[in-house]
Each structure stands twice: as C-alpha cells, then as structure tokens.
Antibody, heavy 120, light 110 residues
Framework: QVQLVQSETEVKKPGASVKVSCKAS????????IIWVRQAPGQGLEWMGW????????NYARELQGRVTMTTDTSTSTAYMELRSLTSDDTAVYYC?????????????WGQGTLVTVSS | QSVLTQPPSVSAAPGQKVTISCSGS????????VSWYQQLPGTAPKLLIY???KRPSGIPDRFSGSKSGTSATLGITGLQTGDEADYYC???????????FGGGTKLTVL
C-alpha cells in the first residue's frame, strides 16, 4: 500500500532553517511528483510547491521562492523540503502528498504531517 | 484571502443533506479539475472527490462532486455525526501556476 512517512516534530528558533523528509513506499517513486502543503494553527491549507521525482524540476509558491528548496533522493524514495529564515509565521504542520493517479488532480495520499514550531 | 471561496460553515441535522460551494474563476476552476478533501481534527486531509466528480476507492457514494463554470459543489447525503469536519476544495490556477485551496468549510451535524 502507498505510504508517505514524514520526519518528526521540529522546534526552531527564528532565523533558523528546517528540513522535513517524506519517505515513500508502496509504489514507483519516480512516477509521481511530491507536493508540499502546510497548515498554520487554526488555518487552511497552503500549497508550498511541487517537485518532479523523475527529473527534479520544481515549482514553488511565489511567496516562498528564495526561502524554500525541495529535493529528492531516488535511491531511498525520499523527498525533502527545506525552509530557511524561519519566522513565527512559519509555525505550521507540514504535509507531503501525492496525486491519486498520474493523470488526475487529487491528492490521494498524504504523509502524517510534521509540526514545525518556530519560537525564541 | 484564499483564491477559492467557500462558506466558513454549514450545518444540518443527522440524516439530512448538505452542500458546500467553492467559487473560483476562469483561471482555476473554470479551466481545471476540482478535488475535495475532508479533514478531521488533528489528522491529514483525506481525498473525497477528484477530477470534479470521481470518488476514490472506499469513499461512500453519500459524497458527490459537481462543477459548473467557475464553481464547484460538494454534496453529502445521509449526514452522520462522523462527518463533522473541515472540508476543502482544491484545483490548479494557471495564472498563479500553483495549486490553490479554498479557505475551508466547517461542517456541523446538529
């Protein structure tokens, strides 16, 4: 079965960086891109960007460009999301996700989420 | 402000039907597929509807989706207390070159 397993909770100070991992299993990793979505406390879903697991191409949300980097390691079927220059506004649960089918739009598989808390 | 507009809350009695709207524009809903998600407290979102009206395996037919022009609707029939959750619509926005979500709708089953 398809699984996306994320790294554990992180607590960071303002100005620091965080790197969240997302290990995929149960399918051919390079057949599906990985999307990152975050959710601030009590708020809605925010799309952060996408990475092609096939060739590493990325598409980042405009408001995060310059601060976010998404990468993959195909040898371990793992995707990474690094966010730099953290502020309290970056406190959120971060999710990785995958479309249900290659030809469809619908995030059918999600990681369990990684809580990132930014606090001095 | 979310690109897609949803009502903040809806409510209905157990056994009744409810609809949740999602309004967008020609650059998003009007030109791409819509998906719907259910999020129970403290859990990751769950896909209910994809490609406007398709249900993933395991999603009961009490949940339905439709799209017309620049708006989409999620319907839930035979409401159960377990349906109390936040619901989000999502699609691709060609102007932003980004996936976008609605602000979410909190469903209360009275």
């Amino acid at each position: 079965q398809v699984q996306l397993v994320q790294s554990e909770t992180e607590v960071k100070k303002p100005g620091a960086s965080v790197k969240v991992s997302c290990k995929a299993s149960g399918y051919t990793f390079i057949n599906y891109g990985i999307i990152w979505v975050r959710q601030a406390p009590g708020q809605g879903l925010e799309w952060m960007g996408w990475i092609s697991t096939y060739n590493g191409n990325t598409n980042y949300a405009r408001e995060l460009q310059g601060r976010v980097t998404m990468t993959t390691d195909t040898s371990t079927s793992t995707a990474y999301m690094e966010l730099r220059s953290l502020t309290s506004d970056d406190t959120a649960v971060y999710y990785c996700a995958r479309d249900i089918l290659t030809s469809s739009r619908g995030l059918g598989y999600w990681g369990q989420g990684t809580l990132v808390t930014v606090s001095s | 402000q979310s690109v897609l507009t949803q009502p903040p809350s809806v409510s209905a009695a157990p056994g009744q039907k409810v609809t949740i709207s999602c309004s967008g524009s020609t650059s998003n809903i009007g030109n791409d597929y819509v998906s719907w998600y259910q999020q129970l407290p403290g859990t990751a979102p769950k896909l209910l509807i994809y490609d406007n009206d398709k249900r993933p395996s395991g999603i009961p037919d009490r949940f339905s989706g439709s799209k017309s022009g620049t708006s989409a609707t999620l319907g839930i029939t035979g409401l159960q207390t377990g349906d109390e959750a936040d619901y989000y619509c999502g699609t691709w926005d060609s102007s932003l070159s980004a996936r976008v979500f609605g602000g979410g709708t909190k469903l209360t089953v009275l």
